[in-house]
């Protein structure tokens, strides 16, 4: 049985000796354009079902959707999520092109309407790890998120008249109201080198 450990503990040092060096020879994909590692793909998915599946919130909702509401919606998706995610005749621009490993869906066409609603919220408060996707809880209240939410249940088919009209040209809304500094953070120590 001692034997059994301290190899097992062998085998464990010898494979963080083995990913330590990989990363600082840069073994380790750091670059935006390059195709996911063996695996990625499956980890980042799977990881991401479980938390939606453990944390999304469930019916009711908070807030009911109506069709000023989704109106509201597509007037903060033009202002915070068109330029990766597209309107109805747009195509990828250089920011959605550039993304990677995993490009964000241009609504247009992969919609998320047979999502349930409680998953498409939980993806845009809290983002997807690993992708270009933003969380937004820093940035809008809940209402706001629910708007959105409501929003892309009903993109690109089934919209309600006045978003249906932001959605088709986006060139009327106003630029988002700009948002308060950020704290500023002490500067990092550097060590001496
Ligand atoms: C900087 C680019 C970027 C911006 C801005 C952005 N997204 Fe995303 N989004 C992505 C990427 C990349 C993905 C793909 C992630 C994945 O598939 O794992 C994504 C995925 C999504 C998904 C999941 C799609 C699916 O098929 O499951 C939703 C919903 C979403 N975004 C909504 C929004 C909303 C709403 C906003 C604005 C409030 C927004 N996004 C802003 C990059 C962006």
């Not at 085998?11 to 195709?35: E, I, M, N, Y």
């Not at 002490?186 to 001496?192: D, H, Q």
Request: proline share 13%; charged share 20%; with cysteine.
């Amino acid at each position: 049985m001692r034997g059994f450990l301290v190899g097992f503990v062998a085998a464990l040092a010898v494979l963080a000796v083995l990913f330590f060096s990989a990363v600082k020879t840069g073994q380790l994909p750091a670059r935006a354009d390059g195709a996911p590692l063996p695996g990625e793909r499956w980890v980042a998915r799977t990881a991401l079902k479980a938390a939606i599946a453990r944390e999304a919130p469930k019916p009711p909702y908070p807030y009911p959707s109506s069709d000023p509401e989704i109106a509201n919606g597509a007037t903060l998706y033009v202002q915070n999520c068109a330029v990766c995610h597209g309107t109805a005749h747009t195509t990828p621009n250089a920011i959605a092109r550039g993304l990677g490993p995993i490009r964000p869906p241009q609504f247009a066409r992969d919609s998320v309407d047979d999502d349930p609603e409680g998953v498409t919220y939980w993806k845009i408060e809290h983002g997807i790890r690993f992708t270009g996707m933003p969380a937004y809880s820093p940035a809008l209240d809940e209402r706001s998120i629910w708007a959105l939410t409501y929003f892309l249940k009903r993109v690109p088919k089934d919209l309600p008249a006045a978003a249906n009209a932001i959605w088709e040209d986006p060139s009327h809304v106003a630029p988002p109201t700009p948002m308060p500094a950020l704290p500023t953070r002490p500067p990092r120590r550097r060590t001496a080198s």
